[in-house]
């Protein structure tokens, strides 16, 4: 017996010695912008964004360096769905640009979008160009500022976005004033009669259902999707593509979504409209947006 217990035991060990090791978490920039500490991590193939600290908890964006098209976190997958409503846009506005993953993701997929994106940190500009690969050229124009004030410029000029994406993050959450019916109403206001907003939130955020009717007050009944995200997409006038007009026009983009790992047929599975919050909870204006409390007390 004890001779089998040596075999078993020098078998086990031979077995550890040979395993890979974990691969290690490595920075390999850091920086400390006007708005927030920045760090781009490595952790094997691995490379990420994130805005708190150096750890694989906190990660905004991340990207995998031996399949860069692959869309890693499944909010950018829902995020990305949205073409679902709105396979052709001529115009994408995208406020927050991380590493940049949505903005190259629509390029790659509706090549002749003209794509504003916002940015208000222009370290996280030049960070997204340095080590995600994010490239501008004609179609893609980055502007440096606070994406409300961006917003109201473009109310001005008499703006029409077909797909506008809200994607910006401070270092817990969403900035205040970005929550708002009031910037959402001015949000409605650039985009066009038949665009489509979407928008990354979080499900499990003490804000969800505030965010909720704050959304719904702004739009009317919109598609939910979660995951460790919650993704809404809405439109005008409380208007909504059924679920069939989604997977008719998901057909035409499947091989594309396909090889950036993004399921048609789950993403739509998970779109519902149904009202999983109190409608009676009170809405996020400008005069009440107290997020960073109620986040906090989830």
């Known amino acids: ?38 760090f781009v991590t490595e952790e094997g193939d691995l490379r990420c964004l994130t805005f708190r600290r150096a750890t694989a908890g906190t990660r905004q ?20 769905g949205s073409l679902f409503m709105k396979p052709h846009p001529g115009r994408v506005l995208i406020i927050g640009l991380g590493g940049g993953t949505l903005p190259m ?5 509706a090549p002749e979008a003209a794509i504003d994106v916002v940015e208000i940190d222009p370290a996280v500009v030049k960070a997204a160009r340095n080590y995600f690969g994010f490239v501008t050229d004609d179609k893609i124009n980055v502007h440096e500022e606070d ?12 703006a029409q976005y077909d797909l506008i994406m ?28 038949d665009g ?68 048609s047929s789950e993403l739509l599975s998970e779109a519902s409209t149904k009202v999983d919050w109190a409608t009676n909870t009170r809405l996020l204006t400008d005069q009440y947006m107290p997020s960073n409390l109620l986040n906090a007390a989830r």
């Open 105 to 109: 993701t629509v390029h790659a997929l």
């Open 61 to 80: 964006t991340c990207k995998m360096m031996s399949n860069p098209n692959h869309l890693y976190f499944p909010y950018t997958r829902m995020m990305i």
């Open 196 to 263: 489509v907003v979407a928008a990354n939130t979080f499900s499990s955020s003490g804000l969800y259902p505030y965010e909720s009717v704050t959304y719904a007050a702004a739009f009317g009944t919109f598609y939910n999707l979660k995951q460790a995200n919650r993704v809404i997409w809405a439109q005008k006038n409380n208007t909504l593509p059924s679920l069939a007009t989604l997977q008719e026009n998901a057909k035409g983009l499947d091989a594309a979504m396909t090889e950036r790992g993004v399921s």
């Open 166 to 193: 809200l994607d910006a993050f401070a270092d817990d959450y969403i900035p205040e004033h970005l929550l708002t019916r009031e910037f959402l109403e001015e949000v409605k206001t650039v985009l066009a009669p």
């Open 1 to 38: 017996m004890m001779k089998n217990f040596f075999a078993a035991a020098t078998l086990i060990f031979a077995a550890l010695l040979c395993r890979p090791a974990a691969a290690e978490l490595k920075t390999i920039h850091s920086e400390k912008s006007l708005y927030r500490n920045i």
């Open 147 to 158: 994406g409300r004030v961006f917003v109201k410029k473009a109310i001005a000029q008499k």
